[in-house]
């Protein structure tokens, strides 16, 4: 592995990358030779998984959490970057809370400490976060970077950290000296959210065409699916439940994590299942593993397709499909995704540290001109990395709240459309509701990560104060802007006077109740031009907060499964009564449609690694007969002129 220079311990900073991940997080450095090198952690892994044990005030972070997360499961908190930037989620331990942002620290700690061992003084650093991160969640990521001792953060996108990593690795410069422009699709599945892209490669530049994905599905989700599996049928060859005992549940987490890790090189493999002195041991091949994880593997199908529909793409126009991420080496995705593509995966990245090493390489594009990358970096790389540009969009729709006048409903009144590129800026024009108004108050929403969920509160922005003496229906241009990390910038200026107010973004964890109730009338504002989804009509108030219950967004993100058939709902075992009504009444029958629909896990998908000595007979069917036996065909006589040799 290349070193960098000895002095390398003397300088003031480095171009540091950090993948933040759900289930393992990776940093690495450039070195003199303008490459990213891994820096191992205390106990010499290369990847850290993100789990935080927190045992009489000692933390311990890594590999030694995440084997007492059997024995001490109330201590150990683990996939902490799924709830980041929820205020509502806390891990109670010794009767302290802990936020995701808190064990985001923790963990960003670790990893700088082991870097500064090595490196020394380390207080700036790119860290990346999924494309569907929110503004809140990409500034709560931000925030535990500054808690764990960096004085200077920026961030990017996942999937463009991967495009470049492949882009200026190895495997970019034979790709560079082949083709002038390419479109690179870029799948990122790891452990808790998928990750999509459209990345655009010309020369000395990479622009993202589009994004999309699902913060709430990742390897976590293959895990769980086979957890439930086995737990459903030790259930019935015990009647014990042993999710109700923490430890054991923990146990056979940890049993199936090892299983999907088989299963991505080996046809079967065996996990392990113990509770209440009860202990079993059950075979898993890779169809049955398939069979219960046939939902996700489906999401996964219906993010690809949609992110090409939207762009009025086809296949025709994407020449690479890039995987990374560490669930990416399951067969079934990337069977997935090659029957989709119809053509070769590149897997040349390192599903593990890919990430962390774009994250660097873009470090080192942001220094690339400054004396101290000069200094350390050889002239060939750092005029490389300096002639190198990335442009990314924006994942997400963003706006301001409004209520609709007719039917008094809150609805998001968006400014600039999902994946716009960046960075960019929107101006509307809005108006005073009252003479001598002397504030203006924005509530700023993001659409959520699909068409089904709801928008994303990321906070609100007042506008003061604004000259005295202002008639109603005073003009002032609100301008919203995203940069190159997709943070969000907002500002008003009056029109008659020219003054630009001052603006304060705030926090949604920093808000007062009494700011936003309806009857202050100066927290109204009039909409008069600009382009927009639902047009408010006449005085639009702003929307009051709403209480949004983490039931009442779990339901909202439930959807029904429907036949393909006949649209109508399955059932629990994802079987259709009206098909199955109409298939016994013998009536005409709808086409197959081209994909079959999603199985949900049977009873008997789990097979014993002991088959039992007396196996259970299979019911009779009353209409069907049994299958002829196969007969006995003999060997041919040899013909009469060749005699066998003695």
Not at 21 to 40: A, K, R
Not at 346 to 373: E, R
Not at 534 to 541: F, N, T
Request: aromatic share 4%; charged share 25%; with cysteine.
């Amino acid at each position: 592995m290349a070193t960098g220079k000895p002095s390398a311990a003397k300088l003031p900073t480095h171009a540091v990358g950090i993948d933040l991940g759900t289930t393992y997080s990776c940093i690495s450095y450039l070195n003199e030779h303008g490459e990213p090198v891994t820096i191992p952690n205390r106990d010499g892994e290369l990847c850290t998984p993100s789990a935080v044990l927190i045992d009489r005030g000692e933390v311990i972070v890594g590999t030694e959490a995440l084997r007492n997360s059997v024995r001490k499961p109330e201590r150990v908190i683990q996939h902490a970057k799924r709830f980041m930037g929820n205020p509502d989620k806390k891990w109670i331990i010794d009767g302290r809370g802990y936020t995701p942002l808190d064990v985001s620290t923790l963990i960003l700690r670790s990893l700088l400490d082991s870097a500064r061992e090595r490196l020394g003084a380390v207080d700036q650093a790119v860290i990346t976060v999924p494309a569907q991160f929110s503004e809140v969640q990409r500034q709560a990521t931000a925030e535990a970077g500054r808690r764990a001792g960096l004085k200077k953060i920026d961030i990017i996108n996942e999937p463009v950290a991967a495009a470049l990593c492949f882009v200026l690795g190895t495997e970019g410069i034979w790709f560079t000296e082949l083709a002038t422009s390419q479109m690179i699709m870029v799948a990122d599945l790891g452990g808790g959210t998928f990750d999509l892209s459209l990345v655009r490669y010309q020369k000395n530049e990479v622009v993202v065409v589009a994004s999309g994905g699902d913060l709430q599905l990742g390897g976590a989700d293959w895990n769980a699916a086979l957890q439930k599996a086995i737990a459903k049928q030790f259930a019935r060859d015990f009647n014990l439940d042993v999710m109700k005992d923490r430890e054991s549940a923990q146990a056979l987490a940890l049993e199936v994590e090892q299983a999907k890790r088989s299963l991505s090189i080996r046809p079967r493999t065996v996990v392990t299942c113990q509770t209440a002195g009860q202990r079993k041991s059950y075979q898993v091949d890779q169809a049955q593993f398939e069979r219960q994880t046939s939902n996700h593997v489906a999401r996964m199908e219906k993010l690809v397709n949609d992110l090409l529909t939207e762009r009025k793409l086809g296949w025709a126009h994407v020449d690479v499909v890039l995987t990374t991420g560490g669930a990416s080496r399951m067969p079934m995705v990337r069977e997935m995704l090659k029957r989709l593509s119809g053509r070769t995966l590149n897997t040349s990245l390192s599903p593990d540290q890919s990430i962390a090493h774009g994250a660097t390489y873009y470090a080192g594009m942001l220094l690339s001109n400054s004396q101290f990358a000069r200094s350390i970096l050889k002239p060939q790389a750092a005029a490389r990395l300096a002639q190198f540009k990335q442009k990314s969009v924006n994942a997400r729709a963003l706006g301001i709240l409004v209520r609709e006048m007719e039917s008094g409903e809150r609805v998001p009144h968006y400014f600039l459309p999902a994946n716009t590129s960046l960075p960019t800026s929107v101006t509307t024009t809005v108006g005073t509701v009252k003479a001598n108004q002397r504030r203006v108050q924005l509530r700023v929403v993001e659409s959520g990560t699909s068409a089904d969920d709801r928008f994303v509160e990321i906070g609100t922005c007042q506008v003061e104060p604004l000259p005295a003496g202002l008639p109603e229906g005073e003009e002032i241009t609100v301008t919203i802007r995203y940069d190159e990390q997709a943070r969000v910038l907002v500002e008003a200026k009056v029109l008659r006077t020219g003054q630009v107010a001052q603006t304060e973004f705030i926090r949604l964890d920093n808000l007062v109740t009494s700011a936003l109730t309806e009857d202050a009338p100066d927290a109204e504002i009039r909409v008069k031009s600009g382009p927009r989804e639902a047009a408010p009509k006449a005085i639009v108030p702003l929307a009051t907060e709403e209480s949004l219950t983490s039931d009442s967004m779990e339901e909202l993100s439930a959807p029904v499964l429907l036949c393909n058939t006949c649209e109508e709902p399955l059932d629990a075992k994802g079987n259709c009564p009206k098909c199955a009504a109409s298939s016994a009444r013998g009536g005409a029958r709808r086409p197959a449609p081209t994909l079959p629909p999603i199985p949900l896990p049977s009873d008997d998908e789990i097979i014993d690694l002991v088959p039992k000595t007396q196996p259970k007979p299979r019911p009779k069917s009353a209409t069907s007969a049994p299958l002829p036996a196969k007969p006995k065909v003999k060997a041919p006589p040899l013909p009469p002129s060749i005699k066998p040799p003695r």
